[in-house]
């Protein structure tokens, strides 16, 4: 066992659980990096790894992020996050989301979960009948609630315009190009919000058909995946993978400023560094992609309360993040810290291990 605390991603996580139900054929993963600020709040992935550690690697490093991301959002939310390890045939069930509800329930409440990629809005609803800890529920009317993917890209909006203005000097962005990678929930969402401000966009999907549709209708262009990161242009936005931006991915940006959804997006922290030497300002991606969990904590508190959330509370805790990553900028700068070490810092201070 002992290889499991010696892992880097392990980071002194408060709890870790493995699950396993044999009559649905549910395996997965919930890890519980820290309860210091409340309940762990984090989404709940649908995977197939290739490998196992593949998987309890994925869930720390994402478990942490998750620590650090409500922290800086300023959440009363402690950090956590599960895997559910899809099979060769990626069947997800009804009996394994209930499955996955019951072992949910099982935590008396440590643990929040809400949607994460591989998990829609309907398969939570699933996992809502086993347990009332649970959040990203379908929202009635006016209240704020459901899929957390718009209030992300809201927020990853209001930090390009934020990046925008503090890099290029710009305050519109009228004609500013904007490359982005991955055109699912957020990307998608991300694209529109930035045409509709004027800006000119390149866009790129392994599904071809997604990007082509949606630059035709937004009267964008496309770039193939292997080339989107290349693309000359102002800023790079990320919204498909992790672990993208390396030593060559950075050498081959042109962008000046790279500001995205995509968690984990530094293949290792030293990219933070590389990325600074570059003078690429970076927006840390913790920090600008907290929209959705702010929506599904909104949302969560106000159903423990019995009431509904309120849209407008939500959208004016994401509008505090421009100021949040100018503020972030500004320390880098005066510090000699990159970005993300000044987010890591203030993040580790906020959840007691600064
Ligand atoms: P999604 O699955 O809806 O969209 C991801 C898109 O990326 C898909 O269209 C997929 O085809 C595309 N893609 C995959 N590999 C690609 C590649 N190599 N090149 C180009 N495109 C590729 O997921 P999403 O909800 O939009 O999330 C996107 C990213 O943002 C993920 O990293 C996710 O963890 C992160 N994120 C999402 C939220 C949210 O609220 N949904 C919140 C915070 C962070």
Redesign the pocket.
Known sequence: MSAMWDLPDYDDHEIVHFIRDIDSGLSAIIALHSTHLGPAGG?T?FWHYADKMGAVKDVLRLSRGMSYKNAMAGLPMGGGKAVILADDSRTKTPEMLEAFGRAVEGLGGKYVTA????ISVADMLEVAKQTSYVSGLPAQGDHAGG???P???FGIFLGIRAAVRHKLDRDSMDGVHVAI????????RLARLLAEDGAKLTL????DD??NDLAAELGGETAS?DE?MGVDCDVFSP????G?LDDASIAALQAPIVA?????QLARPEHGRVLAERDILYAP?YVI?????ISVAHEYFAKTEGREADVSDVRERIGEIPDRLVSIWEEAKDSGLTSAEVADKRAQTLIGRG
């Open positions: 989404g992935r949607e994460d990629v591989g899929d957390p993917g209030f992300t890209a990678q991955g055109t699912g929930s957020v990307g998608g790129a999907d392994i599904n997604a990007a995946t989107i919204n498909a993978l992790g993208i995205g959804g995509a968690n984990n991606d992609n907290a929209g959705g969990i």
